[in-house]
């Protein structure tokens, strides 16, 4: 993706808690558009192989959760992680790690990942298809600032991680001006 290329429209199967339901699992479905998450505000998203995995677990979702704000210092209205996992493994892992800044975008199917030309194939870990490590500032549902990991490649033997990192996204924008 580069600098100034809209978000491709997709839509997302995603899983709300409706206390109307009642029970242990008050959940309905919804789905929710690009528009619904990236119109009008100025976001951070950042998407990985998966969640429950090491480095997504331990250092990139938990430092985006802790810096939030000092992005919102910044001029971000929200931080959105996304993955090729259904909604139902999101909210687990959200729920697990105890989030309350970062919201989980669900992109089971891989479609969004596809379209912005992140899918890879990750079968030598037993992934399937699966995003490959990027973040990115979004403005109004363009791309303000693209971060992608070096060596995007199927069945990569490593998980390079640095320039998705919060800490590599927040120097951005230091030296970036809020519009």
């Known amino acids: 993706m580069k600098n100034g290329t809209p978000l491709p429209d997709v839509t997302f199967h995603t899983r709300v ?9 008050p959940f ?3 789905n929710k558009t690009t528009a619904d998450y990236f ?5 951070v998203l950042f998407s990985l ?4 995995t090491p ?9 985006f959760e802790n810096n939030f704000e000092a992005f919102k210092d910044k001029g971000i209205d929200a931080i ?16 697990g ?26 079968d030598n870990l037993g992934f399937g298809m699966r995003s490959w490590r990027y973040a990115a500032i979004i403005n109004n549902g363009v791309v ?18 640095g320039e998705s990192s919060p800490e590599n996204v927040l120097k951005h924008l230091d030296g970036a001006k809020v519009a």
Request: with cysteine; charged share 25%.
């Open 17 to 25: 808690r409706d206390e109307s339901i009642g029970g242990d699992n």
């Open 28 to 30: 309905r479905w919804e």
């Open 39 to 43: 119109a009008n505000k100025r976001v």
């Open 49 to 52: 192989p998966g969640a429950f």
């Open 55 to 63: 480095t997504c677990s331990t250092y990139q979702l938990p430092g």
């Open 80 to 95: 959105y992680c996304m993955s090729v996992n259904d909604s139902f493994v999101m909210n687990k892992w959200a729920q």
């Open 97 to 122: 790690q105890n989030l309350k800044n970062v919201n989980v975008i669900p992109d089971g199917s891989g479609e969004f990942a596809r379209k912005v030309g992140m899918l890879v194939d990750k």
């Open 144 to 161: 303000e600032a693209w971060f992608e990991e070096p060596g995007k490649a199927d069945n990569h033997a490593d998980d390079p991680y």
